[in-house]
RNA sequence: GCGGACGUGGCGGAAUUGGCAGACGCGCAAGAUUUAGGAUCUUGUCCUGAAAGGGGUGGGAGUUCAACUCUCCCCGUCCGCACCA
């Protein structure tokens, strides 16, 4: 028999025929929810992204073959930027594009053989799904979750319009090149920093998530705790708040610095002599972006304010300088500059003259710095620090805590670089944000039951850069739900991560009209059993999903407190070594391949490349290579109809004892890769192990019928949660009525495993020197006589007697001479 | 700069967690079969050497009977964060 694509669609019938992914919901016995992440549906997907579907589907499967009830299903997110530029450049309504993608998409992975329940599908840009975005957005809003404050954004003056990150290409709008401004606007934020704490803390039940993705979770929130405190200004009644990590350094507090956005600078500069001046400068800080200003080559710069800050612990009065370094977006704008002890702080200092005083000394007894590289930031005896002296770091920031504390100066702070969600976009292919602006009465969120704000389909795109949704008068004009008086609705619409925020407890109940989902049935079936996806979504994403997970648990909606107990993040398919790209063109389409060599072969291959949790690079002949194996495993089942049983003798023979071995081995093996970290590449080999064996046995002896079929058989149960329709179709030729997938996984024989002679290494110091067969009934001292008698090891040590002899049984004989 | 991961043949990668380095696949070479093949089947393939032998997991040290694996230093690659006070 040869594997061809006809194989494919003749399974794929059966399986949809059969329902074999439909789901049982309200059966929660041995339920397992295996997840994908959902695609953005913006082209037809190449070989890097069938990674991802190609990976769950074999977990889909594998479990399913282990009994479990398997829920794996698939969506879109389908709201989004690209939508909406494609609209304006081919005249396509951003609807009509995401959906001629998505059911493209959806043909490419019904051809691939990728079982999901295809009744559970979820789309983010159909008004079913997106009510209850805006729902979930009510409830953050009931709870003051969901606030407006003025926040920048990069904006550009000649198209009028707010540009996202990525459409800022070196500080410059990407469609104009004109240079991006910051711009202050009224946006909607979620206040995830509510949930920073517990967002960090429960990082340790994530037990089964890769160890990076919980580190990069970990620095995103970044807690850090220490002491916020008072400065004093002279002749003012301006107090400047600082938060400081290292409250043991503020004997060597030297000067103040303040960021350009801090709130009193007016107040503070109001009687500088040179006051234009400050202002100019600190214009001139304020108009670069925040990404400009934290390129590496930007230079220190800052300018004195004319006032005076008085160190609590010294009394001492030290210069207050503005200083282009400092961030307004964390702790308060504001910090305490200890320039022996922080190289920023010492390049600021020596570049203005400002004073610098040691008070820690390192183990190796530092002094002051001289150069950046001599400062010392690290902890160590605190000097120079009056009735603190001789206390280490630790210990001296206890008790100035305490003593700042008594004195009304300061208290310990916690802080975090978490900073709130911003989910406005100034767009139009999003979830709509359901609030009402009232003449009247202000703010008014739209009631529960107007729900959804449908987003008018009738719009025109044009190039202004501006959200259409501004001309759509039925839209915008609206009555205040509270006062009936005139009001204009919102017209931002939702960050895209709202949307797929929830997405996978909607699965769960996704043609629920009345409820966003039933929570009965989420708690049976959640938190998903295993997440697959990209790792670039380690941190917003997933961070975003926990939170709303979080929120939704507080409402008591659901149980549980983490939505995905385990996670696997697949590495890139590169190519040529690079990621697949149209502009590089370098992109390897499935189509191609799936016409010529059939989706079993694209599909073992993936998994073959190499650890699926790393990158790895295409390459044709690889693909080739699996082609080969699968034919090659194929003809057996040809060798097995036509072979010729001869009487078999009542003891197993030699042969016949290799390849039951060889399959009970197998099938341990295998399972114990899938069983692992998802070892798909040498859960393959040790298959073509079974098959390469199989063929030599079958040319070199006799196997008894039966034991030929158990091997061809095997091969091929192991094989299909990787190639499932070859499977299918050997399964079948064997005679069995049923899928392949509802067949048990195999158990291995421990009986079968049991080898009475094997082959060990005799090294000498260490070193091999020879193989010895032995019987593994033997004596340890047996053994050691047969190694030492051996010609090798009697020459290299003569006549002496070994030192040593360390036996580690059934691997290797070590002698030490 | 900080944090993390990694470094093994011509290539993708294995190595039971300290126990015979290079499984499996690709590529390459020789042979067989074939009208022919980029099909199939044998055999070989870490380097060096005719062989015996010697060397070998980025480099250097160390622990150990034994190190790809553990410890320290250095070099390199990739990823994440990046003036976070």
Redesign the pocket.
Request: glycine fraction near 10%; hydrophobic fraction near 35%; charged fraction near 30%.
């Given at each position: 028999m040869q594997y061809s694509k006809e194989i494919d669609k003749k399974w794929q019938k059966f399986w949809s025929k059969e329902k074999l992914f439909a789901a049982d919901i309200k059966e929660k016995k041995s339920k397992y929810y295996c997840l994908v992440m959902f695609p953005y549906p913006s082209s037809e997907l190449h070989v890097g992204h069938a990674r991802n579907y190609v990976i769950g589907d074999a977990v889909a499967r594998y479990k399913l073959m282990q009994g479990h009830n398997v829920l794996s299903p698939m969506g879109w997110d389908a709201f989004g930027l690209p939508a909406e530029n494609q609209a304006i450049k081919h005249k396509v309504h951003p609807k009509e594009w995401t959906l001629k993608n998505i059911k493209r998409i959806k043909e490419q992975l019904d051809s691939w053989g990728i079982g999901y329940d295809w009744a559970r599908e979820v789309t983010t840009c159909h008004p079913n799904y997106y009510k209850w975005t805006q729902w979930i957005f009510l409830q953050l809003y009931k709870k003051g979750l969901a606030y407006r404050k003025e926040a920048a954004v990069n904006w550009c003056s000649s198209c009028k319009t707010v540009l996202a990150n990525e459409q800022v290409i070196n500080g410059e709008c990407e469609r104009c090149s004109t240079e991006v401004e910051q711009k202050k606007l009224e946006q909607w934020f979620f206040k995830i920093t509510d949930y920073a704490d517990r967002l960090l803390e429960d990082l340790t039940l994530l037990e089964e998530w890769p160890?990076?993705v919980c580190?990069?979770q970990k620095?995103?929130i970044?807690k850090?705790s220490?002491?916020e405190m008072d400065f004093e200004v002279q002749d003012s009644s301006l107090k400047i708040k600082?938060?400081?990590?290292?409250?043991d350094t503020i004997f060597g507090a030297t000067f103040v610095?303040l960021?350009a956005e801090y709130p009193h600078l007016e107040e503070l500069i109001k009687d500088a002599p040179n006051k234009d001046e400050i202002i100019s400068f600190i214009d001139k800080v304020k108009s670069k972006s925040?990404s400009v200003?934290?390129?590496?080559t930007?230079?220190?710069e800052g300018i004195f304010s004319s006032k005076y800050a008085i160190n609590p612990m010294t009394g001492e009065k030290i210069p207050i300088w503005i200083a282009?370094?400092?961030?307004?977006?964390?702790?308060?704008?504001?910090?305490?500059?200890?320039p022996a002890h922080?190289?920023?702080?010492f390049?600021f200092a020596t570049k203005y003259n400002l004073g610098i005083t040691e008070v820690i000394q390192s183990a190796s007894g530092s002094r002051t710095p001289q150069t950046p590289d001599e400062v010392y930031e690290g902890e160590g005896v605190m000097v120079n620090s009056k009735e603190f002296n001789g206390l280490n770091s630790e210990e001296g920031k206890e008790k100035i805590a305490a003593y700042m504390k008594k004195k009304g100066i300061g208290e310990k702070k916690v802080?975090?670089?978490l900073r709130d969600w911003l989910i406005s976009r100034q767009r139009y292919w999003g979830a709509p944000i359901p609030i009402i602006y009232c003449n009247k009465c202000g703010e008014v969120p739209v009631p529960e039951k107007n729900l959804p704000v449908i987003l008018p389909e009738a719009v025109k795109f044009l190039p202004t850069g501006q959200s259409p949704l501004l001309h759509i008068d039925k839209f915008l004009n609206v009555s205040c739900p509270k006062c009936k008086g005139k009001a204009r609705r919102e017209t931002d619409t939702m960050d895209t991560f709202v949307d797929s925020s929830w997405y996978y407890l909607r699965y769960i109940s996704a043609h629920q009209k009345k409820v966003p989902f039933v929570g009965k049935d989420v708690n049976n079936w959640l938190p998903v059993d295993q997440y697959i996806g990209g790792?670039?979504h380690?941190?917003l994403h997933l961070m975003y999903s926990r939170f709303i997970n979080k929120f939704l648990k507080d409402l008591g909606w659901i149980s549980f407190s983490e939505p995905f107990q385990r996670l696997f993040t697949q590495?890139m398919i590169v190519k040529d070594g690079a990621k697949m790209s149209k502009s590089k063109g370098n992109v390897v389409a499935p189509d191609y391949i799936i016409d010529k060599y059939g989706a079993d072969t694209m599909r073992l291959y993936i998994l073959?490349?190499?650890?699926p949790q790393?990158?790895?690079?295409w390459?044709d002949?690889?693909l080739?290579?699996?082609?080969?194996?699968i034919?090659?495993a194929a003809?057996l089942i040809d060798m097995l109809s036509e072979y010729k049983e001869e009487q078999p003798e009542k003891e197993l023979n030699e042969h016949e004892k290799i390849v039951l071995r060889k399959i009970h081995s197998t099938i341990k093996e295998v399972t114990a890769?899938l069983e692992?970290n998802f070892?798909f590449?040498?859960a393959?080999?040790?298959v073509?192990?079974l098959?390469?064996q199989t063929?030599?046995s079958l040319?070199e002896g006799i196997l008894r019928k039966s034991i030929f079929k158990e091997a061809v058989s095997t091969v091929f149960v192991l094989l299909a949660p990787f190639t499932p329709h070859i499977s299918e179709e050997v399964n079948a030729l064997l005679g069995n009525k049923q899928s392949i997938f509802r067949k048990k996984w195999p158990q291995f024989k421990e009986q079968y495993l049991h080898q009475e002679e094997?082959?060990?290494?005799v090294?000498v110091?260490?070193?091999?020197?020879e193989?010895l067969k032995i019987n593994v009934n033997w004596e340890r001292s047996e053994i050691e006589t047969k190694a030492l008698s051996l010609e090798?090891v009697k020459?290299i040590l003569k006549d002496k007697k070994p030192?040593?002899v360390?036996y580690?049984p059934?691997?290797?004989v070590?002698?030490?001479a």
């Open positions: 160890e990076r580190t990069m620095n995103w970044g850090s220490g002491v600082c938060f400081t990590t290292r409250v610095a960021s925040v200003r934290t390129l590496e930007f230079e220190k282009n370094y400092i961030l307004m977006e964390y702790g308060t704008g504001a910090i305490m500059c200890v922080d190289k920023r702080d390049e802080n975090f670089k790792v670039e380690a941190i590495g073959f490349m190499g650890p790393k990158d790895a690079e390459q002949e690889g080739q290579g699996c082609w080969r194996f034919q090659r003809r890769d692992g070892q590449n040498t393959i080999s040790r073509m192990e098959v390469n063929h030599k040319a094997v082959e060990i290494g090294l110091n260490g070193k091999l020197r193989k090798k020459n030192k040593n360390v580690i059934k691997r290797i070590n002698i030490v």
